[in-house]
């Protein structure tokens, strides 16, 4: 997974522009031996009648060697993930982490809510709705600064060659929010339909975007990151009947994919469908 997409080769992650310095114990560990294996490789040649060879018996143990330790990893990333949890239950905060396809539409769809909501009473609250957030990229802050621009306090992760995040780096950045502050807080995912699935962040809720560009099919070939959603958003839906999208085929496609999540229809950029998902957060809240 990671070891071929460049994450295992993450260098600096910057939390607001200040490095922080990471280092994949999964590459470490992938390409290195002890000193005890390392002087024990038998150099006996194991050829012919389907016994194998040397070779493989060593690539085998090494797969199995890395295996080991991505696990170990995520479940390091997993203890770190409820820790954050239980962080922000204790703040009353909601945390949603919102993962996507590169230019799905995850920055339009936060803006619209920060600008809709900074001055709306939800029925579950006795004042505005209070939204920070943490974005993740692999360069520039650019997405954090159009969402200051809107008027949420924004917070920046740029994660170098990583394409996702991992609990770690969001608790490092919410230490820059005023959780006290804050009703919900979003989490904006690195863009990519792959390894974020396997990070849970300390998340309350997992929303999907899908867009009406990308296709109806994407959640049959992504399945794994639409079935660990709560709710899937497809997006774009005033573009749809211009870009040919099959509406009820991609319904059916999410449903046999993630059965489990709540499906609403929306469009960041005119509002349609924004008033059923302001009307979910509001019951989640409560």
């Excluded at 992760?157 to 780096?169: P, R, S, Y």
């Excluded at 962040?201 to 959640?219: F, I, N, Q, Y």
Aim: aromatic share 4%; with cysteine.
């Amino acid at each position: 997974m990671c070891q071929d997409c460049g994450c295992n080769q993450v260098g600096a992650v910057a939390i607001d522009g200040v490095t922080h310095h990471e280092h994949s114990h999964l590459h470490e560990y992938s390409h290195s031996h002890d000193r005890q294996h390392e002087h024990q490789h038998s150099h006996q040649d194991f050829t012919g009648n389907g016994t194998g060879n040397h070779h493989d018996l060593h690539e085998r143990s090494h797969i199995s060697h890395t295996l080991a330790i991505h696990e170990s990893l995520l479940s390091k990333n997993d203890r770190l993930a409820e820790r954050n949890r239980g962080y922000f239950q204790a703040k009353g905060v909601l945390a949603l982490n919102i993962l996507s396809s590169p230019g799905s539409g995850k920055t339009a769809l936060i803006e619209r809510m920060v600008q809709d909501l900074n001055s709306r009473v939800l029925t579950s609250l006795q004042h505005p709705l209070r939204i920070g957030v943490i974005v993740g990229d692999l360069e520039t802050d650019n997405d954090a600064q159009r969402l200051r621009r809107a008027g949420a306090p924004a917070v920046q992760i740029t994660t170098g060659n990583a394409c996702h995040l991992e609990a770690d780096m969001v608790s490092r950045a919410m230490q820059k929010l005023d959780l006290d502050a804050l009703d919900v807080l979003i989490i904006e995912n690195v863009g990519n339909l792959v390894c974020p699935a396997s990070y849970d962040l300390g998340e309350a809720m997992r929303v999907v975007l899908l867009s009406v560009t990308e296709g109806e099919d994407k959640p049959l070939k992504y399945p794994t990151m639409f079935k660990t959603a709560n709710v899937v958003l497809i997006n774009k839906i005033d573009i749809a009947e211009a870009v040919g999208f099959d509406r009820e085929q991609a319904i059916a496609n999410i449903r046999r994919v993630a059965p489990q999540a709540t499906l609403l229809e929306v469009s960041a950029r005119t509002g349609q469908g924004m008033e059923a998902w302001y009307s979910y957060l509001g019951t989640a809240i409560q």
